[in-house]
């Protein structure tokens, strides 16, 4: 119930292309999503987070698809940039309680 | 504004010593998350805390391991008498209280290895 399943493990993109990370989660009670950029060595740093009453959040190249009745939402990263290679988490959390994470899409942007 | 600071960043113990991980939230944030991150795996919660008192431990091992967040001074992370399946990056997060989670930002963590 409290689990968020991430896919894929990992992903390889052409620069320019577009990335797609996918998450799944059960509890209904989740209210917050968002996403994670991590860096090697550093500590994830927040990018952009939706909330379930609307399906679409963009920041720049950086949109979030959310689907409500599926329980499903995703990251899409357009025209990605070798800048963009780094390990990405979503998570989720209800009632601004701890956060859930999922377990990781290592992406890698070759030129 | 100073971020979250983690101190140290790397430190290593032999089997059965204690590892105390330190957490200094940013100015004005009064909440404190600690989670561990296990090689290739996401972050686990393991405790949230206010000063003077602990909201959810719900994710913390049942032995060896305590937090404390006094009054003045950073949060404590405390493992005792460690084991190799310890070695970890620890990542505390602070937030001001009101958004909690929503308005939280991580440190850059500890890495602790176990020898």
């Known amino acids: 119930q409290q689990q968020v399943k991430q896919s894929p493990q990992s992903l390889i993109v052409q620069k320019g292309g577009i990335s797609i990370i996918n998450c799944a989660y059960e509890n209904t009670a989740f209210d917050y999503f968002p996403w994670y950029q991590q860096f090697p060595g550093k500590g994830p740093a927040l990018l952009i987070a939706i909330r379930p009453d609307v399906s679409e959040k963009k920041e720049g190249r950086f949109t979030i698809s959310f689907n409500k009745s599926a329980k499903q939402f995703s990251l899409h990263i357009m025209d990605s940039q070798p800048g963009d290679s780094a390990t990405y988490f979503c998570a989720a959390s209800a009632n601004t309680d701890k956060l859930i994470f999922g377990t990781g899409t290592r992406l890698q942007v070759f030129p | 504004n100073a971020g979250v600071m983690q101190n140290p960043r790397h430190l290593v113990r032999r089997r059965g010593q204690e590892a105390r991980l330190r957490c200094s939230p940013m100015?004005?944030?009064?909440?404190v998350y600690w989670y561990r991150q296990l090689p290739e795996e996401g972050l686990k919660f393991m405790v949230y805390l206010q000063k003077e008192n602990i909201i959810d431990e719900s994710g913390m091992p049942k032995e060896r391991f305590s937090a404390e967040f006094p009054k003045e001074g950073p949060s404590i992370l405390r493992i005792q008498q460690v084991v190799r399946g310890d070695s970890a990056a620890y990542f505390c997060?602070?937030?001001?209280?009101?958004?909690?989670?929503?308005?939280?930002?991580f440190g850059q963590g500890t890495r602790l290895t176990v020898v």
């Open positions: 100015k004005g944030h009064s909440h």
């Open positions: 997060a602070s937030s001001p209280g009101t958004g909690g989670s929503t308005e939280a930002f």
